[in-house]
């Protein structure tokens, strides 16, 4: 069957590649697969050649044949140089190379045809097959065996990081139990998670994770949710309350029905998310690709060129030692450095974020968020708490304020906002026998229904003045939230409500401003307390009484002067404002789903410190990406223009491919480690 490559999203070959050989070592081939764009019926068997020994053997068995081939070179070199060997000479000699060789070498040389055979001529296995079988053929036979050496323990070394970003990345967000208790009619039994049925009941032992989203049943329970939210700190949850997959169980034995199904949890989504995010390439990381491309062919050439141009310009010219210069150049040029250790980078900076909580839904956002110079968000739930409450009931002498707040309470009752809840919680469970119909939400100014066939009104002030109802009060008067009514064209009264800001909201805009960020405040909420809050938070600018347009119309000014923008919402109801802006971000990712699906960047725990957390995770990970390119080009350019100058041996070469190689691989794992 004719073989047809495989290719991603963006045009880059999937198949016959280092980067698929050493993915695949790691039994990490989804990391740089995603979802092809286009898969033309290539698919690997058990016998396709590719190893998947990390994740079915030991370290050991990856090492091993070049233990066997360093140990062989070692001792050749010694009978050459240290201890000669009258026996180790001619044929005997040659063999014993070859037979060092051979355990590195061979799946190289594999590599190498098998890739011609499917059409991709240039790869990184072709250069470093000509230039250690060239070593052979000019007989510098310790240099040959060495290159392929170091080549392989580079490759080793590279299988065993991706393994290690990979089993990261899983293990911070793969927290399903596989199996759960199911309570029935006073008896337990233990199912597959999978086969739990909403509606079930499951017993949650101290110590346990819990497998489904729920509800839980039982009176009061501890858990440890930081495999969703990075935080350390135990939540304490109360009967009826929602508790999700992955939050393991403190202290009591618990019960909880579950409410949602295995598939369709807040943890799978997180997990298929983040998993995803890989797919979604930074500018950096398809450059690079991209040059890798054409630089390949490029250098091999330029190494023809450097063999057999000097006949025709240099007086004595030897073959022999201008093969040598060409084979170290071609060693040199192997662009392993730059193609493996960019993606583990952005791999790095992914899994760092995911450990604390932030969801970055690929590494195109971390470059994003990494340039950011506004941040500009939305109060309510993201600078505040969110949780409102009644401060005071002010009415018309001529209103009954339990008949008002009955009808207000019922017309809420149709709305998600938090006022909502607040409104309920002060006048009590909703009277459904309140007369009340034809109810519709108006965007940015609240809702309208009818009583008797009389219009009655509930919402901010601008909802009396679109009805052009009349009052005898200033509305800037008022600090507090306030809901206005209005019941057949008359004004009724008002409602004040108060939200408390978020403990860390100023600390968040002082870390905004360290990294040289702007803050800005959209709120359709009252301009006084908006610009209350926005004083006591320290933020630059803050706008209150605005409409979902008047956001967007925000945003663009602050684009029209070229500069970048992050909106902080809940990436449903400014889901306009989210598409204009260069990275959306959404606060309360485990309460909505919606959020989870169009936020760019998804920071579990409402917390807004993270965001500039996030903006030095995208920076710190650039500066690494960057710190890479840079040292390859440098130490390869240095090393190549030595090599064609006849200046660099084989020794040198093996430093700037494979030595450069891992530095790099070194320094991008020095992401998961740091602390933000």
């Known amino acids: ?30 990391l740089i697969q995603g979802a092809p764009a286009q898969d033309q019926g290539h698919s690997h068997s058990d016998d396709d050649g590719h190893d998947h020994s990390v994740a079915e053997g030991s370290t050991l068995k990856l090492f091993l044949p070049a233990i066997i081939s360093f140990v062989l070179l070692i001792v050749a070199i010694a009978m050459d140089n240290w201890v000669p060997q009258e026996w180790f000479k001619g044929w005997i000699r040659i063999i014993w190379y070859v037979l060092a060789y051979i355990p590195v070498g061979f799946p190289v040389i594999k590599d190498a045809l098998k890739s011609i055979g499917k059409g991709e001529i240039f790869s990184e296995f072709l250069l470093m097959s000509i230039a250690t079988i060239g070593a052979f053929a000019i007989k510098e036979y310790p240099e040959g065996v060495a290159v392929m050496l170091f080549y392989a323990v580079g490759e080793v070394f590279q299988t065993l990081a ?21 309570v029935e009619a006073n008896s337990s039994r233990v199912i597959k998670a999978e ?46 309350e929602v508790v999700l997959a992955g939050m393991i169980n403190m202290n009591t034995v618990s019960l909880v029905k579950v409410t949602t199904a295995y598939q369709d949890s807040k943890l799978s989504k997180i997990l298929e998310l983040v998993q995803n995010a890989t797919s979604q390439k930074a500018p950096t990381e398809l450059f690079i690709r ?64 995911s450990r604390n909580g ?21 109060k309510t739930g993201t600078m505040t708490e969110g949780v409102f409450k009644v401060q005071e009931v002010r009415l018309e002498p001529d209103f009954d304020e339990a008949t008002i707040l009955k009808l207000v309470n019922k017309i809420e009752s149709h709305s998600s906002h938090p006022v909502a809840t607040a409104i309920r919680e002060y006048a009590g469970e909703v009277d459904e026998s309140v007369n009340l119909s034809d109810v519709e939400e108006i965007p940015g100014h609240g809702l309208k229904g009818s009583v008797d066939d009389k219009v009655f009104l ?86 209150g009484d605005l409409l979902p347009e008047d956001k967007v119309n925000k945003v663009k000014e602050i684009k029209a002067i070229g500069e970048s923008v992050a909106f902080v919402g809940d990436g449903v109801n400014d889901a306009p404002v989210v598409a204009l ?10 309460g909505s789903d919606a959020t989870i699906e169009t936020a760019d960047v998804v920071i579990q725990d409402d917390k807004p410190s993270k965001i500039p957390m996030a903006i030095n995770i995208g920076k710190q990970t650039k500066k690494v990406v960057y710190q890479n390119i840079g040292l390859a080009f440098v130490v390869k350019g240095v090393v190549l223009i030595l090599g064609a100058g006849g200046l660099a041996t084989m020794w040198e070469a093996v430093f700037a491919d494979v030595g450069v190689s891992l530095i790099a691989i070194l320094n991008a794992i020095r992401i998961q480690k740091m602390k933000f």
């Open 358 to 378: 932030i969801l970055f839904k690929g590494s195109n956002f971390l470059d994003a968020m990494a340039a950011i110079q506004n941040v500009v968000m939305d």
């Open 581 to 590: 802006s260069d990275v959306g971000i959404a606060m309360g990712g485990l």
């Open 162 to 182: 991706v393994s290690r970003a990979k089993s990261n990345i899983k293990a911070l967000l793969d927290q399903r139990p596989d199996e759960v208790t199911i």
């Open 1 to 30: 069957m004719e073989h047809k490559h495989i290719y991603d999203a963006q045009g880059k070959q999937l198949c016959c590649t280092q980067t698929e050989k050493i993915y695949n070592q790691a039994g990490a081939q989804r």
């Open 458 to 543: 509930v919402g901010n002030f601008k909802l009396l003045d679109k009805f052009n109802i009349r009052y005898t009060i200033d509305p800037n008067t008022i600090v507090y939230t306030t809901i206005a009514i209005a019941l057949d064209n008359r004004f009724v009264g008002y409602i004040t409500i108060a939200d408390s800001i978020k403990e860390d909201s100023a600390q968040t805009i002082q870390l905004l401003h360290k990294l040289g960020v702007k803050a800005t405040m959209l709120s359709g909420d009252k301009s006084t307390v908006v610009t209350y809050v926005a004083k006591e938070l320290g933020i630059d600018k803050a706008y």
């Open 195 to 240: 086969a739990a049925a909403i509606g079930d009941l499951i017993q949650l032992k101290p110590g346990e994770k819990l497998g489904l989203d729920g509800e839980l049943i039982s009176d009061t329970a501890s858990f440890n949710t930081a495999a969703l939210t990075g935080e350390s700190k135990p939540d304490t949850k109360t009967k009826g």
């Open 290 to 353: 991209k040059f890798a491309k054409i630089y390949t062919p490029i250098v091999v050439l330029l190494a023809i060129a450097i063999c057999l141009l000097p006949y025709f310009f240099v007086g004595q010219y030897v073959f022999s030692d201008w093969l040598y210069r060409a084979l170290v150049f071609l060693v040199i040029s192997c662009p392993c450095a730059l193609v493996i250790s960019i993606p583990l980078g952005y791999f790095g900076g992914i899994g760092a974020a």
